[in-house]
Each structure stands twice: as C-alpha cells, then as structure tokens.
C-alpha cells in the first residue's frame, strides 16, 4: 500500500496538503452521516409519544414523520459509518508505517478505548451504541488487515447475505407463529419505559443495561453487517478510492446513484412499511431483511450523490463545514446523546414520550446545526475535539 501524499487535479494543480493525510471526502461524509445518526437516535430518545394518562397519542404528522425516517435514514447511516470506519484503518495503519511504530499495539489501545467509551455511553446515556460493539469488530478488521481488496468485497457481500437470511427466518417464523400484538401490552411495556426515563439518574442507568442486556443478541446479528460495511471500507481504503473522487471516479460514482437510489429505496419503503405500517409488528424483521439487503445501495447512492453535488466549486465552502465536523465526529456524536439525555431523561428535563417525531425531528436539525457552528469555532481554536484526543492519546500511549 502507498499514501497519496499529494492529489494531483485535471488541472494539474497541486491542492494545498492535508492535514496529517487527511482526506477531506472521509471527513465531509463523516459530517454528512453524524446527520443521519442523530436522526434515528433521536427517535429512540424522546419515545413513543403518550398522553399524560400514559396512553398513546396517534397523529398524522407523527406518523408521516416516523414513516420517512424509516424509509429514507434507518439502516443507511450506521454503515455509511462503518464503512468509513473501515478506510480509515487503512490510514491508521499507514500513519503508525510513517512513524515508525509497530502497528498492533496502536490499534488495539484505540479498540480498547473505543470499547470502554461505548460502555460508558451505552449505560449512562444511550443504550443504542455501537462504539462498543466497533472496539470489539475492530479487533477482527485487525485480523484481516491483509485480506485482499476482491476478498475483502466477496466476504462483506456474504455476510451482508447472512444477516438478511437470519432476520428473514426469524420474521418468517414470527408472522407464521406469533399473535398479533395486543394493545395492552405494548402500553404496558410504553408505561414502563416511561416511569424508568422520567424518574431519577440510577433509574435511567438501570434501564439503559436492561436493555443492553436484552440487545446482546441482535448485535452478534447486526455486528455481521457492521462488519460487512468495515470490509468494504477496507478494500476502498486499499484502492484509496476517497482520495480522488472528483477524477477518474466520477462517471462510476454516477452509475452508483442512478442504479442505486430505485433499488435502496424500494427496500426502504417496504422496510417502513413493515415497521411503521399498515403492516403489524410482527413483519418487523422481515422488514429488516429487506432493508439491510437493499441499504448499501442507497447508502452508495447518498455519499456519491453528496461527494458529486459538493464537488463545484460554489459549494465547496459546504464541504468545508461537513468536513470540519466529520473530524469532531466522536465528539458530536456523544453530544448528541448527552443533549437529547439531558432533554428526554431523568438527568435533566425528563421529557420521554412527550413529543412525537414530527416535534423532535425540527429539534435534531437545530442540535445539528449548532453542532456545525461550534465544530467551526473549536476547530480554529484547537487541533482536536475532546474525545478526539482522548481517542488519540490512547493509541499514541502519549499527549498528543
């Protein structure tokens, strides 16, 4: 593997170097996925919408809301992470090379690292984290580290497979065998959560490990396609496919959206269909099988269609503000979890299940935004973001 330490454009122009070998499109897309993330999140947060009985409150706007959210992010942003994640291992790699320090012990006090911060968000703040469950796939990418590029694609291909053949059988199996959901306990189970995410801080911690607990199992099965998504990373990080975008690769990146966007979404309208209706709860899964078989082309189909429309030279400076969040992404991240903890929780407002998602998603554009502003004023200030240099002074085994 080389690092391309200049790219050269059509103009045969030398762009200024990036900081450190950052590549701006792995920036820029992380910036772009942090929206995406928030947006799901969110949703999880703030809880289903009840009335002050603890009764649920049904509303068009909340459900055309939660609808699109279903259809248009579910599925998609988490393995636009992961497969970021995966590129820029290889750039890791290549950075320890440069420096002259073996490789191994870097990269497993980063995964060890990444795997206590995720305990930590996961029982205090948020019990959908995946940085846990990425410390512990970090240690198998290490693993593979010298797959080949086709290797790499054809394994991530068969375990993308995998994973929807797992959630297909077992959707299959629920809607032939189970009942019908029943009214009364699904508001008993809404009654619950809600006492637990209003009462005090050691009730919401609480909470957050039951549900840990209870989720070990779907992320062995959805740890499969983060794992796909690193692979895929990989294999692009070893073709150093971000680090040109706008040359060579622009006519495929166009291919990529025309084929991908009809059938990403055509998989994503049933996945929401399914799981928000008029399907019942119990095509929950087979609705997942569908969406994690079609994500990765609409995923595809977003980050090209973004790296394409950012590309002019009127919108650059728009890349510029993805790109300065995507480097804060760790800390954004977390913030996200410890605003919407402090509004939803018993840590601050306790307002769970007060609002529908037509009220929350306003709320996530507004957090999002302010996210871009204070990135902008933190990068001109200091080099790192706080968990961005907790992360890296734990690889480094030095301050950064």
Known sequence: MRFPPRVRTHSGAEPAPRPEGRIRDVDVLRGFALLGILLVNARAMAGPHVDPAGGPVVSRPDEVAAWLVTALVSAKFYLLFSFL????????????????????????????????????????????????VYGVLSLVLFALRDIAPRTALRAAAWL?????????????????????????????????????????????????????????????????????????????????????TCGRYRARMAQIVVLGLPVGLAGSVFMAFCRNGPLDARWYDIGSAVGVLTAPALTAAYACALLLVLSARPRRRVAAVLAGAGRLSLTHYLTQSLVMALV???????????????????GCLALYAAQLAAGRWLLRRFRYGPAEWLLRAATLAKRP
């Open 344 to 362: 939803f929780t018993g840590y601050g407002l306790g307002w769970y299940g007060r609002y529908g998602t037509a009220a929350v998603l306003p």
């Open 85 to 132: 994640f995966g590129y820029s291992f290889t750039l890791q790699r290549l950075s320890a090379a440069r420096a002259g320090a073996p490789f191994a012990p870097r990269h497993l006090r980063r995964s060890s690292c990444l795997f206590f911060l995720g305990l930590a968000h996961g029982f205090l703040l948020f019990a959908g984290d995946v940085l846990a």
């Open 160 to 244: 993308v497979v995998a994973t929807a053949g797992a959630l297909l059988a077992w959707g299959l199996l629920t809607v032939a065998l189970a009942e019908p959901p029943r009214g009364q306990n699904t508001a008993t189970a809404v009654h619950d959560a809600v006492a637990a995410y209003r009462g005090d801080p050691a009730a919401v911690v609480r909470t957050n490990a039951r549900w840990l607990r209870d989720s070990l199992g779907w992320n062995v099965v959805y740890g499969a396609d983060m794992l796909a998504a690193f692979l895929a990373g990989l294999a692009a990080g070893r073709r150093e496919l971000l680090a040109e």
